[in-house]
Structures are given as structure tokens and as C-alpha cells.
């Protein structure tokens, strides 16, 4: 904790903005993001940052709103259900591995188990319940397992993020490191995640607009325009660390579900929308 | 003048649902379109496969086409990503007919044209794809007529890849 | 395996108006696969809309129509109930078609 900080002094120091993350507990980390944006953004809403760069530019947002007409990602959703309706070789379903049978559920994700210590994705637990009933694991960035996830957050849709950090010293840590990765300078750039988001959204970044920190996990999946379908938060995270030319982590990999923890947090508060659309 | 370049011009014309429209020498033969599954053969193959905005218009309509700035179009100022651009098309013109799609710097300029029978406004709304920055023009048929419009849109590649 | 088209038709003051998104790839013949191969043209060349025999919007499409197709017209004579039938066909001959009822 003691080093996330220095780092974050040191960060903080250098580029004299004031984004370093400083708080004692999570919470006190999240108040000071979210004070943080209200007053970078004073007139967006606090639900609207879920919306990332359309919240804060027009020309974007008409994009979006005309893609949201009838959302590119809708046959993706139907299929999704279907797999998730469809019962395993067993005659079990996936919703025999989640509470309230997986549907309402996607605020809650990703949480701390604390018996197994480690942080569970969404996406981790599809996979898991796939394989404790004797299917094989789907891949994670896209495809088949975008597709679910897709429609178990269609059905969360408007419910608050719910992320919890129990008072345990593992999942703090998680938290932390999750934290600490978010603003740890990589790659030949040398940008942090936070560089673009949390310093500069709202700005130009050659010809692309960087949408917030705040709001930016409650659309996923997303549905790319450059991909052309629908894929995880894991599949972006490696896309950003490749942007910033550093290598990027296997999806699921435990620095990434940390990661995910951490952002998500963040984001405690504002609604699931997911899936969304973006550029 | 090719039968394509002809038909095209017909195919405008039938839309209005009336006949006697003189077309040259010709008349049109007064024809109630049934509606079928389509079946893609009056496709113009050649219009599509034809670079350059007014190429396009003469490959398709057989004819010029005038500014109009009774054309209302709806694009994006810069697009954010030039595999799906929303693209809108409306105007108070009359007794339209057809409205085409070109993007001028595309290979080939003609990306959509659609045929408004009698009934149906002379809106539409769609998804295109633009290879760079470029002029989208609109071509409204009215009473016959070619009218455009233009408008640029800026696309940029973007950088955030993933 | 669901249709390749999902359709919103809504009718309001005599005006309906028609949404429809189909599933298809649109190829646009200039793309390379990942082993720098062509990725031949593939698209939808014809989609009509009819309502009561009668077609009332025929979009003719090409290439550089955005994977996944959108289409939004309006049209006059229809009412609350009635049945609207979407067709497709591409350039290889493929084809679906589906009604909707207008809302």
C-alpha cells in the first residue's frame, strides 16, 4: 500500500495534475474520483459518465445516439440468451451457477471470493460454471462468452454497480494492486492508464476522444465499430496496453481481474448499461 | 447509353406509379409492381462498379443532377469510425421517386439507392462505410429530375486499436 | 437459428416508421484476411419492404454499406396491426425474409 502510494506522489509530482488516488480505503478513493471528475466535468451529470466520450462531446454522442436506433450488437444479445438458455450435455443450465439464476446479476461482478482469494470476473465464473459441469472453457475476449455476457448485463441493465471489498487483507491487496496497476507508467509511450483517463478525457489523442475513468465498466461488453462485434473489458485492456506499445496481459490473468476490481469500483454507483456501443 | 444506364432511368421513373411519363421516343408502360422476394436482377452492376460522383449519376439516372438546398442531410462532422457512418437523407422536393447514396472518394462512388414509390416519404436513414475523408452526396429524383446535395465528413484512423 | 432481420415498425399519425437491422458481413471485396488473402465481396444487393403486396421501400445496396445494415424509411397507408414483410438478397444468391406487425 505504502509503495502504491509513493508511486502515485511520484506521478503526481511530475505531472502536477491533481491524479493521484491517495485515499486510505477504497471508498475514500472512490469520493475523491468521482469529486475529481465532478469538477473536471461540472455540467455532466453523475449518470451520464457512464456514457464516457459522448457525455462530453456532441458530434460523438449524435453517432452513438443514431447507433443506438437499433444497436449493432443486437443479434449477438438473442444469441447469447440462447446459449445461456441452452442446457450443458448434463441437462444443467448456466444459471444453475449463479444467484438469482445469473439474471440481474451483473453489478455485482467482478467480487472478491474470499475463499479461493482471488477476484471473479463475470466472464471468469461463465467459464468456471462451463467447466464444473463438464464443458470446455470458452475463449475470453470474444465470440461465444461476449455474447452471454452480453445478455446476462442486458438483463442488469439500470441496476447500480455494487462492488464490495470485504475486510479481508487479500482482497485489499487486490484492490490495491489493481489500483496500482491503473496508474503505473508501461510500455514504450510510457502512459499509465491513468494518463488518458483520468488526466486528460475530454481531450484529443491524434483522432480519438478519451472518455473518463468514471462509468467506463459499466458498458461492457462493448460492441466496437473497429472490431465489428462485441468483446470483453479484458479484450480492451489488452488493446490499451498495445496502444501505449506494451505488451499486453493474457485476458483473465489475475493482474487483469485486479484490474477490473479496482476500475470497477470506481464505478460503484452508476447503473450497468451494458452492452454498449463505441467507436 | 446503355441499356443499364436506362433501365436505372426507368426504374426512377415507375417508382411515381403513373404512366405516360415520356421518356425520348418512348413510353413508359404503365406497370403495377408486384411485390416479390426480390430476386437482385435489376441490380445495376455497372453503377455500382463505377468510381466518381457525377460518373455515377449519369451511369445511374442518365442524367446530370443540380444543387438542391431543398435536401436536408444528417452526418456526422468528423466520423468516429469509417467502417459505420449513420448517414440521414430528407427532402421537401416533390414527387420523389429515388434517392442514391454516393461517397466520392469511396473505389466506387455509389454505396445505396432506393426506390420511394408513391406513399412512402422521402426519408431514409443508413450505415455506410467511408475509406477517408470524403464528400457524401445525396441525389433526390423529383418530377423526373436529378437534384444533390454534398456534405464532407472528416474520417480519421484512429490510433486506439485493441 | 433466429432471422438475419429484426424489424421496429411503429405507426403514428398515418406515418409508419420502419427500422430494420440485418445480420450480414458486407465483404466490401477491399479487405485482407489476417493470412493476406482478399476477403471476396459479400453483400446484400436487394432488400425490399412490402406491405399488402405492394413494395413500399426498396433499398439497392452495395458494397460500402457498414456490416450489419441499418435501415430506417417512413412511409404513408398503413396501419396499427398490419403486416409488413422484409426480404433480403446478396450477391451469392443467399436470401431471408421476415414479417413484422406494425405497433
Known amino acids: ?279 | 447509353m446503355t441499356d443499364q444506364r436506362r433501365r436505372g432511368f426507368l426504374k426512377g421513373m415507375l417508382g411515381v406509379g403513373v404512366a405516360g411519363f415520356a421518356l425520348g421516343s418512348g413510353i413508359v408502360p404503365l406497370r403495377v409492381e408486384a411485390a416479390t422476394a426480390p430476386d437482385g436482377s435489376d441490380w445495376p452492376e455497372k453503377a455500382f462498379k463505377t468510381p466518381g460522383v457525377d460518373e455515377t449519376i449519369a451511369e445511374l439516372y442518365g442524367m446530370e443532377a443540380n444543387e438542391s438546398d431543398q435536401i436536408t442531410m444528417d452526418l456526422p462532422t468528423i466520423a468516429q469510425n469509417g467502417a459505420v457512418v449513420p448517414v440521414s437523407v430528407e427532402t421537401t422536393l416533390p414527387n420523389v421517386t429515388g434517392i442514391a447514396l454516393l461517397v466520392a472518394k469511396n473505389p466506387n462512388a455509389l454505396a445505396a439507392y432506393f426506390d420511394i414509390p408513391e406513399g412512402t416519404l422521402p426519408f431514409v436513414s443508413n450505415r455506410l462505410k467511408m475509406a477517408e475523408t470524403t464528400d457524401v452526396v445525396a441525389v433526390v429524383i423529383s418530377d423526373g429530375k436529378a437534384y444533390k446535395a454534398t456534405q464532407n465528413v472528416k474520417v480519421t484512423v484512429g490510433g486506439c486499436g485493441g | 437459428m433466429a432471422s438475419s432481420i429484426r424489424v421496429r415498425a411503429v405507426e403514428n399519425n398515418g406515418v409508419t416508421a420502419l427500422k430494420a437491422l440485418v445480420r450480414h458481413p458486407m465483404d466490401s471485396g477491399f479487405v485482407k484476411d489476417s493470412a493476406g488473402n482478399v476477403i471476396p465481396a459479400h453483400f446484400i444487393k436487394v432488400l425490399t419492404i412490402s406491405h399488402n403486396g405492394k413494395n413500399v421501400f426498396v433499398a439497392n445496396w452495395g458494397p460500402a454499406v457498414s456490416k450489419d445494415p441499418f435501415l430506417e424509411c417512413r412511409f404513408k397507408g398503413a396501419k396499427k396491426g398490419d403486416e409488413l414483410t422484409i426480404s433480403w438478397i446478396d450477391n451469392e444468391g443467399a436470401s431471408d425474409s421476415t414479417t413484422a406487425t406494425i405497433a
Not at chain 1, 148 to 164: E, F, L, R, V
Not at chain 1, 236 to 255: H, I, K, T, W, Y
Request: with cysteine; hydrophobic share 35%; glycine share 8%.
Open chain 1, 1 to 279: 500500500m505504502l509503495k502504491a502510494k509513493v508511486i502515485l506522489v511520484a506521478l503526481g509530482a511530475a505531472l502536477a495534475v491533481p491524479q493521484a488516488l491517495a485515499g486510505a480505503t477504497p471508498e475514500e478513493d472512490r469520493k475523491e474520483t468521482v469529486e475529481y471528475f465532478k469538477q473536471m466535468f461540472p455540467d455532466v451529470p453523475f449518470e451520464e459518465f457512464v456514457n464516457g466520450q459522448y457525455a462530453l462531446n456532441d458530434d460523438r454522442r449524435k453517432q452513438w445516439e443514431s447507433m443506438q436506433d437499433f444497436p449493432p450488437y443486437e443479434f449477438a444479445v438473442a444469441e447469447g440468451q440462447e446459449m445461456f438458455e441452452t442446457p450443458f450435455a448434463n441437462g444443467k443450465t448456466y444459471a444453475s451457477c449463479f444467484e438469482n439464476g445469473g439474471i440481474g446479476i451483473r453489478q455485482n461482478y467482478p467480487y472478491f471470493d474470499t475463499e479461493k482469494n482471488e477476484v471473479i470476473t463475470l466472464e471468469l465464473a461463465i467459464n468456471r460454471c462451463r467447466e464444473s459441469n463438464g464443458e470446455e472453457p470458452l475463449k475470453w475476449k470474444k465470440g461465444a462468452i461476449a455474447s452471454i455476457s452480453a445478455y446476462m448485463a442486458s438483463t442488469s441493465q439500470g441496476k447500480p454497480i455494487n462492488i464490495k471489498v470485504p475486510d479481508d487483507p487479500d482482497a485489499l491487496a487486490a484492490y490495491q494492486d489493481g489500483k496500482e496497476f491503473y496508474y503505473s507508467r508501461r510500455g514504450q509511450l510510457n502512459f499509465s492508464c491513468a494518463s488518458c483517463h483520468v488526466q486528460n478525457p475530454g481531450k484529443w489523442i491524434r483522432a480519438d476522444f478519451l472518455s473518463p475513468t468514471l462509468g467506463q465498466p459499466s458498458n461492457f461488453p462493448v460492441h466496437r465499430s473497429k472490431w465489428g462485434e462485441l468483446g470483453t473489458l479484458h479484450r480492451r485492456f489488452a488493446g490499451c496496453n498495445n496502444n501505449v506499445r506494451a505488451d499486453p496481459l493474457p485476458a483473465q490473468s489475475e493482474e487483469y481481474r485486479n484490474l477490473e476490481y479496482f476500475l470497477t469500483y470506481m464505478s460503484n454507483g452508476l447503473p450497468v448499461v451494458g452492452p454498449a456501443t463505441r467507436p
